[in-house]
């Protein structure tokens, strides 16, 4: 099977060896070729003020209209407090079956929780949330096995319960997709 093509966004300051861990998990859980970019876009455009968030369908949009990339899918890695319309917050968004997903860190810290920050398991719930959202950019929907990464998770407490890895009924429903 030919390596599917995966551009890795990331926006804002991550450190090398962050994003290095993610581009390993997502060439191994979706057997993919990863190149990484840098953007340094403004934002501004994307902020709601009466929300004091950015929106991510909008986000994505242009994310979409701005990449030359020729790769099957771009997840793009970002800093920022995403919402989608319905949702009071969210850790990522993902066009299903289409190209893009997006992904922020900024919910994923113990902090605003009141607990003590932990950089290991807030880049571990980071791992999750673009392996999760990459997931409904191949088509796959939420899971129901509790270690399934596509499991759907509203607090981060959701996603310290899953793994990394899509459960066997995913992988071999993405390799369907794929044949
Ligand atoms: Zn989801
Ligand atoms: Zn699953």
Known sequence: MKKKSIQLVSHGQFEDSFIDTIAEDIAREFNAEIKTEECHADLNAFYAPSRRQYDANKLIRFLEEQSET???KIICLCQVDLFI????????????????????IYRLKNEPYGMKSDDDLVLDRFRKVVIHELGHTFGL?????PSCVMRSSTYVEDLDQKKIHLCKHCRNHMETLFE
């Open 141 to 145: 929907v939420h899971c129901q096995v």
């Open 70 to 72: 020729k790769a099957l």
């Open 85 to 104: 319309p319905i949702l009071t917050y969210i850790f990522g968004q993902a066009v299903y079956k289409g190209k893009t997903a997006i992904a922020s």
